[in-house]
C-alpha cells in the first residue's frame, strides 16, 4: 500500500460490518486513505476480516464521545442500504451538525465518470462503473461493480445501482431506490422514489413510488413498507438520545 496520503483520515459514520471493507479499499483507491475513524451509533459487533485490516488503521469510537470538529478530510457512510444511509445522514447532521458538504466521493480509479455529469456529494462508483454525459446525481449515491448510468439521468438522493444494472438514456429515478442487481432500465423510464426494482427486471413502463416490483417485464408486485419503517426508526434513535 504504497499510496496512502499522509495526515488524511476519513470519518465513516456509522458501522455495518459488510460494508466496512467496501468503503475502506474504494477510499484508498480513490483517495490514498488508509487511516480511518469509524463513529458506531449503535452497538453492533465488530467482525474479523483475515488479511483486510492489515495495512489499514482504524479506530472505532462511540457517537457521543467523538469529536466531530476533528473530521478534517471527510466522512462518508459505513452503511450502504438506500434506507441506512438516510437514516445515518439524518441522525449525524441533527445531532451532531454533520451536514452533507462533510462527505467526500469515493470514485474507483476503474470508474468512468463524465466531466458533464453534475453530482451532489457522497457519491460512491465501485470499479467498473460508469455515469454518461449529462447526468446529475443527487446525494449520497451508490452505483456498484459494473452498474451503468446513461447519459442525461437524473437519479435522487441515496439512490443505490447494484452491480451489472443498466440504465439507458434520460432515465429518472427517485429518492432512496434501489435498482437491483442485472435490471436493465429502458430509454426515459420514470421510476419513482422509494421503490425497489428487483435483480434481473427489464423495466419498459414507469415504476409509481413507494413499490417492489419486478420481473420482465417489470410490474408492480406489492407496496415497499422499508421508507415508513426507516422514518419511524430515526425519530425513535434521535428520541433516545434528547
Not at 72 to 81: E, H, I, M, R
Not at 165 to 190: D, N, P, R
Request: glycine share 10%; with cysteine.
Amino acid at each position: 500500500m504504497n499510496r496512502s496520503k499522509k495526515n488524511q483520515k476519513l470519518t465513516i459514520l456509522g458501522f455495518y460490518g459488510g460494508s466496512i471493507p467496501l468503503v475502506a479499499e474504494n477510499a484508498f483507491d480513490s483517495l490514498g486513505i488508509t487511516t480511518f475513524d469509524i463513529i458506531k451509533n449503535m452497538d453492533v459487533p465488530v467482525p474479523e476480516y483475515p488479511h483486510f485490516y492489515d495495512g489499514f488503521d482504524f479506530k472505532i469510537h462511540e457517537a457521543d464521545s467523538f469529536d466531530y470538529s476533528s473530521i478534517k478530510t471527510g466522512a462518508y457512510f459505513g452503511v450502504l442500504d438506500t434506507h441506512i444511509k438516510y437514516i445515518i445522514h439524518n441522525y449525524f447532521k441533527n445531532k451532531y451538525g454533520v451536514d452533507k458538504q462533510s462527505y467526500v466521493n469515493l470514485i474507483h480509479s476503474s470508474a468512468v465518470k463524465a466531466i458533464s455529469v453534475n453530482d451532489n456529494g457522497g457519491l460512491m462508483m465501485g470499479p467498473n462503473t460508469v455515469v454518461a454525459s449529462c447526468s446529475e446525481l443527487g446525494f449520497g449515491v451508490t452505483i456498484k461493480r459494473s452498474g451503468s448510468v446513461g447519459h442525461h439521468a437524473k437519479l435522487g438522493d441515496f439512490v443505490n445501482i447494484n452491480p451489472g444494472a443498466v440504465l439507458s438514456g434520460f432515465v429518472e429515478v427517485g429518492e432512496g431506490t434501489v435498482i437491483a442487481t442485472g435490471a436493465s432500465v429502458i430509454h426515459k423510464i420514470k421510476i419513482g422514489k422509494h421503490s425497489v426494482i428487483g435483480a434481473g427486471s427489464v423495466v419498459t413502463k414507469d415504476i409509481p413510488d413507494g413499490v417492489i416490483a419486478y420481473g420482465n417485464p417489470c410490474r408492480v408486485i406489492r407496496e415497499n413498507p422499508r421508507w415508513q419503517q426507516a422514518d419511524d426508526r430515526l425519530k425513535t434513535m434521535l428520541a433516545s438520545h434528547d
